[in-house]
């Protein structure tokens, strides 16, 4: 019993130490501006901030950057992706305690819509990893346990 105790300990341990961030340690935020060329279409501003103590490292693209990680809280919308790659390569950021990663995304809605949230999934990698001469694909499958899913707030829809 305390070799199977002493094993559940371990295992906690190094799970805590692998993957120190949590959604309380990283922090999604944005902003909706109506678009100026496009019929219900709100564009995003958006950041990430690290705000715990260690370096923060996930998985961005090289083309649409976090848009294919982006869902919304409303059925009649969705990530408008704007240009679509005939590839994309897998992008490292490295984000330093305390520092922000800034992006832009669009959504495009259908119907009315007065209040609208997103949520971002990010791919937590090691500082070890590299990312050179892999495809997406595969890292988001061999990182799957290190997925770490954000909320952002609801905020009003711009007219």
């Known amino acids: 019993m305390k070799l199977f105790a002493l094993s559940i300990f371990t295992l ?3 799970v805590a130490i692998a993957h120190p961030h949590s959604a309380d340690s990283i ?5 909706f501006q109506k678009s100026e060329y496009m019929d219900k279409v709100i564009q995003v501003n ?3 901030t ?3 103590s260690k370096h923060f490292y996930f998985l961005s693209e090289s083309c649409n950057e976090l848009d294919y990680y982006i869902t919304t809280t409303a059925p009649n919308a969705s990530v408008y992706i704007f240009i679509h790659c005939n590839a994309t390569f897998p992008r490292k950021i490295d984000l330093a305690p305390g520092a922000s990663y800034e992006f832009k995304t669009k959504i495009k809605y259908y119907n009315t819509l007065e ?3 997103l949520n971002l999934v990010l791919t937590q990698l090691s ?3 590299q990312v050179d001469e892999k495809f997406i694909s595969d890292i988001n499958r061999d990182h799957k346990k290190n997925h770490l899913k954000l909320s952002g707030p609801v905020l009003s829809v711009p007219l």
């Not at 922090?27 to 902003?31: E, L, N, P, Q």
């Open 50 to 52: 690290n705000q715990s």
């Open 27 to 31: 922090h999604f935020d944005y902003t």
């Open 46 to 48: 958006a950041s990430i």
């Open 127 to 129: 500082k070890a990893y």
């Open 12 to 14: 906690f341990t190094i």
């Open 115 to 117: 209040k609208l949230g």
